[in-house]
């Protein structure tokens, strides 16, 4: 496979396959990795307007049963170390992602075998009700799936 030629064909968005891909992460200098991205971002966004978002990551629970191949953070139900992030924890997190001109929590973690969809439901009325300005970023599809 020819690198500059996967590089020409992304910059026309010609989708490449999964072989070009990892061809790609192995042969590709950074920089040119770089430039097609700013080229493509330029096509998509032609105002050069650039954005982004200050916010916080938070994990809920560090307890899962999910037993993902490339975590390694998590704690089985029962550890010594498990934990769910409790409410003073999340104002503490919360007030410093204000101060940083933040405004958004992002939540993530295990897949606790306890924690259901009233918990999560309990815990973000109860973030909006002391942070109505807060926006929640929460629960991406494979913690719906488990709740």
């Keep these: 496979m020819d690198t500059a030629d996967l590089l020409q064909r992304a910059l026309h968005f010609d ?4 072989e070009e891909g990892v ?12 430039f097609v991205a700013n080229e493509l971002r330029k096509i998509q966004v032609p105002s050069g307007k650039v954005t982004w ?4 990551n938070v994990n809920t629970t560090n307890v899962c049963i999910a037993n993902c191949k490339f975590c390694n953070f998590f704690r089985r139900p029962g550890h ?3 934990y769910i992030t409790d409410i003073e924890t999340y104002k503490v997190k ?9 405004d958004q929590l992002l939540l993530q973690g295990g ?21 109505p300005d807060l926006k929640l970023h929460a629960l991406g599809p494979p913690e719906i799936a488990h709740v």
């Design 15 to 18: 989708f490449l396959s999964l």
């Design 23 to 34: 061809h790609l992460y192995h042969h590709a200098d950074t920089a040119s990795l770089m």
């Design 53 to 56: 978002q200050i916010d916080r």
């Design 80 to 82: 010594d170390e498990s």
């Design 94 to 102: 919360i007030e410093e992602t204000f101060r940083l001109g933040g």
């Design 111 to 131: 897949h606790h075998p306890d924690l259901g969809l009233s918990f999560y439901a309990d815990l973000f009325k109860t973030l909006k009700e002391l942070y």
